[in-house]
């Protein structure tokens, strides 16, 4: 995926037409047939147009900065606590650092707290067959990587909270879907690519309704649905809907 745009991650048409003659966009899957391409094309303009018609998506940036801004001066002692917290209960650094996949195909990195063992990416393939999730990605209630200050954080959603940084840096919005992994992102299909069209965030309809209990399809499905009926209604009403979801701890684990 290295080939994609790595500076500019509104620039989704600059990307995407380029597949036909780019063997390894969105790293690794090529489109096989003239209308896949055409698909693609076609997601990329539909949402270029999209934009520039609307001026809600500059504010929705604006938004993103201030409220990323002032939750991490509100939450600084959370913050403080909780890197405390893993840097003295395992060993192995604060901040868990990956490479996801943003706009476009836009690679950055990401951030969280550390909630698993430092060797945890190893131990992923060992696991592998005990994966409880459909798709591409991997999850386990009982995941035994996972520290024991790890699940609580992670219970609470405390460890996705260095990712202000990402939104304060524009690689992430408060909301939109999720960032996959580019191993992920290898095995969509088609008409799931859709959802690298938007900037992705913190919470999305997915994280609101039931996160790990959904299936993988119904959570493209979902993302897809917020990307057609966006607005700055729908993401003020998914804020709220994800503090009810985070206090309760729903489907986290």
């Keep these: 995926m290295s080939n994609l745009s790595q500076n500019d991650p509104m620039a989704l048409t600059a990307t995407l037409p380029n597949v036909a003659e780019d063997p390894r966009p969105l790293g690794g899957l ?47 002692p959370m913050l403080i606590i909780a890197a405390l917290a893993v840097r003295f209960s395992s060993k192995g650094p604060i901040l868990f650092a990956q490479t996801r996949v943003g706009r476009g195909g836009r690679l950055f990195r990401f951030y969280k707290f550390r909630s698993m063992v430092v060797n945890a990416e190893d131990l992923k393939a060992e696991l592998a067959a005990q994966n409880e999730h459909s798709g591409p990605i991997f999850k386990m209630q009982r995941d035994p990587r996972i520290t024991g200050v790890g699940r609580f954080l992670r219970k609470y959603s405390v460890d996705e909270l260095p990712q202000l940084l990402n939104v304060i840096r524009g690689d992430m919005s408060i909301v939109g879907p999720r960032p996959p992994v580019p191993s992920e992102v290898v ?38 649905e917020y990307i057609d009926t966006w607005s700055l209604g729908l993401d003020a009403k998914l804020v709220l809907k994800t503090f009810r979801t985070v206090m309760l701890a729903d489907g986290a684990y």
């Excluded at 896949?36 to 147009?49: M, S």
């Excluded at 095995?187 to 609101?208: A, F, N």
């Design 30 to 76: 090529a489109p096989e047939t003239a209308d896949e391409r055409r698909l693609v094309f076609n997601l990329a303009r539909e949402i270029e147009v999209v934009e520039r018609r609307s001026l809600a998506f500059p504010l929705k940036r604006s938004l993103d900065v201030l409220l990323a801004g002032g939750a991490m001066l509100a939450l600084a």
């Design 187 to 224: 095995k969509y299909e088609y008409w799931q690519l859709r959802r690298l069209s938007v900037t992705p965030g913190l919470t999305c309809i997915w994280q609101t309704s039931g996160r790990s209990r959904v299936s993988f399809e119904e959570w493209m499905r979902m993302d897809l």
